[in-house]
């Protein structure tokens, strides 16, 4: 027989160490905040196509030093072409800096330059955190009506309220890394930081569903027979391989793209790196040991 591993008896070091870094997280999130970039508080977007061969990032970075251009990212294109952000609406600014990069690299030509307003960035990041909050909700919804079918001895809805709880704590660790990264790294985050967080609630809730669904097949195999922690318990042996083999998968990759993407998108694969660790780490050990918590409560009222 398998050797079966007592993951229900490690609930209580499992919310120690989430209930601290979640703390750690606000805390985090409180004092020092989100880095944003110019999706988030406005700035210009300047597209210039090079005459000769593209320069690297850090020698159009350094050409545009004396500047002191704020969130400046130099972003290489096809082409040879590259795109330049910075946090300013200023024209001048803009044909300074312009000025700056046709002197280092003659025959460079400025293709287009658009401005990101401050109020459409207000607004844009007002329908993000929407677009976050109606993902959970639906999400603790659809977990409800999918697991109706079990509603002893934990109600279905319970369920969904699991896989949610699962999910803030997923989504408060990432931000609250990026919040570490934004105020000792100048790490900045924007939209793709927002559709990274949406990615792990869509890939942390999938872990839950598949850990949920074989304790709802045991449930009905069951008959009555174990107990409740002893049913989850051996349903999460039985989907653990599963679950780290298929996290260890978009991990691999992810930290290939972290590696070897470019800057353009290094900083969404750390944040998928950070949630989808995490997201596993909860669909096991938190969303879980949740249903387990509501039962020993109601069994000793």
């Known amino acids: 027989m398998k050797k079966m591993f007592n993951i229900i008896s490690k609930i209580k070091y499992a919310y120690?160490?989430?209930?601290?870094?979640?703390i750690l997280s606000l805390i985090f999130l409180l004092?020092?905040?989100?880095k944003f970039d110019i999706d988030f508080t406005g700035g210009t977007r300047m597209q210039i196509q090079m005459a000769n061969n593209l320069p690297s990032n850090q020698e159009v970075t350094d050409t545009l030093q004396d500047l002191n251009l704020k969130s400046l990212i130099v972003q290489p294109s096809a082409n040879n072409q590259v795109l330049i952000?910075?946090?300013s609406e200023d024209d001048k600014v803009n044909q300074q800096a312009f000025s700056e990069i046709s002197a280092k690299y003659p025959?460079?030509?400025q293709l287009r330059v658009d401005y990101t307003n401050a109020s459409v960035s207000q607004e844009l990041k007002t329908n993000s955190l929407w677009a976050i909050f109606y993902a959970v909700v639906g999400i603790m919804i659809y977990v409800a009506w999918a697991f109706r079918k079990v509603s002893r001895p934990v109600e279905s809805w319970k369920y969904g309220a699991g896989a949610v709880i699962a999910l803030i704590h997923d989504?408060?660790?990432t931000t609250g890394v990026f919040s570490f990264l934004g105020h000792f790294y100048g790490v900045e985050v924007g939209v793709p930081f927002i559709a990274a967080l949406l990615t792990i609630l869509g890939f942390s809730v999938h872990d839950?569903?598949?850990v949920y669904d074989r304790t709802r097949e045991n449930l009905l195999k069951n008959s009555g027979k174990d107990k409740f922690p002893e049913v989850v318990n051996r349903s999460l042996n039985e989907t653990l391989v599963r679950s780290i083999n298929t996290s260890l998968t978009v991990i691999i990759t992810l930290l290939a793209i972290y590696i070897f993407g470019g800057e353009s998108i290094k900083y969404f694969a750390l944040a998928l790196l950070v949630g989808v660790t995490f997201g596993t780490y909860s669909s096991i050990f938190i969303a879980s040991a949740m249903l387990v918590t509501i039962y020993n409560r109601q069994s000793k009222k």
């Open 85 to 87: 952000r910075y946090a």
């Open 31 to 34: 004092v020092w905040g989100l």
């Open 107 to 109: 025959g460079a030509v």
């Open 16 to 22: 120690i160490f989430s209930g601290t870094l979640t």
């Open 208 to 210: 839950t569903i598949v």
């Open 171 to 173: 989504v408060l660790i």
